[in-house]
């Protein structure tokens, strides 16, 4: 089974904190991205690496960055968290393939709140 | 016009009833279509995917996708309270374009 693991599952962070959360996949993909989810609003991809020190910005990027050193761990940094970016947060993976279709796998995901 | 469409429900029905989800989405270009079930508090797992048209079945759970229409439909047959979640449906063009598009997803209860 693949198993996309984010570190941290409930963060209380202050405002303006630099924020890092932390996912690792086990299953040799090539693509990871990062999600948020909110009520209403449903999954926005906030950046995706297809491969190591790749990266490319989702639909919304701004006030994040990424790092992704090694094939198995993909980082989301919050540079000055805000309010407005407390939120659920999922990492994922995928396989690029005819065959899969890019069928991506989630982690369990990240709470994290901005005080 | 949205991309994917997917009511946002929710849907209340009893145990052992049957469940239909479904997705409209006006790209003529996806190929691959998935559901996910998502639990209270947890990340979305994949529970099916489809490529074209055509009908999936596993277990209980049957996709049905009419690209002539722009369709996609996610049955399930005698359902459980445990079936009780958020279905999203997702769509891609494969190949090497890596993105889904999401449905926002429709929460289902199911009643004991």
């Known amino acids: 089974d693949v198993k996309v693991t984010q570190s941290s599952r409930y963060l209380v962070k202050r405002t303006g904190e630099k924020v890092f959360l932390e996912c690792v996949q086990d299953m040799d993909h090539e693509n990871m991205f990062w999600y948020r989810q909110d009520p209403g609003l449903g999954l926005r991809l906030i950046y995706f690496s297809y491969d190591v020190k790749m990266k490319e910005k989702g639909d919304i990027p701004e006030g994040y960055s990424v790092s992704r050193e090694k094939k198995e761990r993909f980082s989301l940094i919050l540079e000055s968290a805000s309010t407005n970016q407390t939120s659920m947060y999922l990492c994922?993976?995928?396989?690029?393939?005819?065959?899969?279709?890019?069928?991506?796998?989630f982690g369990e995901g990240s709470w994290l709140t901005v005080v | 016009q949205k991309e994917v469409e997917q009511d946002p429900g929710p849907l209340s029905v009893p145990e052992g009833a049957i469940v239909s989800l479904n997705c409209t989405y006006s790209n003529s270009a996806f190929q691959y279509f998935m559901w996910y079930r998502q639990y209270s508090r947890k990340g979305p797992e994949l529970l099916m995917y489809?490529?074209?048209?055509g009908n999936k079945e596993d277990g209980r759970f049957t996709a049905q996708v009419d690209k002539s229409s722009k369709y996609i439909s996610l049955f399930i047959r005698d359902s459980q309270p445990s079936d009780s979640a958020t279905y999203l449906c997702?769509?891609?063009?494969?190949?090497?374009?890596?993105?889904?598009?999401f449905g926002k997803g429709t929460l289902l209860t199911v009643n004991p």
């Open positions: 994922a993976s995928s396989l690029i393939g005819r065959i899969s279709g890019n069928t991506i796998y």
């Open positions: 997702a769509m891609s063009r494969g190949g090497s374009n890596y993105k889904l598009t």
């Open positions: 489809t490529y074209s048209s």
